[in-house]
């Protein structure tokens, strides 16, 4: 059983940093892709970045380029460095895990999910 838990989560003001962890239980990111997503509550949710694992190629969404990073850290650890927040950054944020190696911005492409954390950015 796969299990993804996303961590680092929380409130900071305009301007501030955080940084999430995405740890995979059961499996370590070997092969495939990992993105990250947001989700504001009664819209739908977006793709934020994503990277290749055995590549390393990363993409982005025009809304976070220049501002958010995301890395590999240890074989089963992905992070998403969060520079420069906004208050429309606030939403919930997930990780989640893909067979493919390809980047896809699309939630379809994604087949295990983290639970969720909370980022709160204020004006």
């Known amino acids: 059983q796969v299990q993804l838990i996303e961590s680092g989560g929380g409130l900071v003001q305009t301007g501030g940093s955080l940084r999430l962890s995405c740890a995979a239980s059961g499996r370590t990111f070997s092969r495939g892709a990992v993105g990250w997503f947001r989700q504001v509550s009664g819209k739908e949710r977006e793709f934020v970045a994503g990277i290749s694992w055995s590549v390393g190629v990363t993409y982005y969404a025009d809304s976070v380029k220049g501002r958010f990073t995301i890395s590999r850290d240890n074989a089963n650890t992905v992070l998403l460095q969060m520079n420069s927040l906004k208050p429309e950054d606030t939403a919930v944020y997930y990780c989640?895990?893909?067979?493919?190696?390809?980047?896809?911005?699309?939630?379809?492409?994604?087949?295990?999910w983290g639970q969720g954390t909370q980022v709160t950015v204020s004006s």
């Open positions: 989640a895990s893909a067979p493919s190696f390809e980047v896809a911005r699309t939630r379809a492409a994604y087949n295990y």
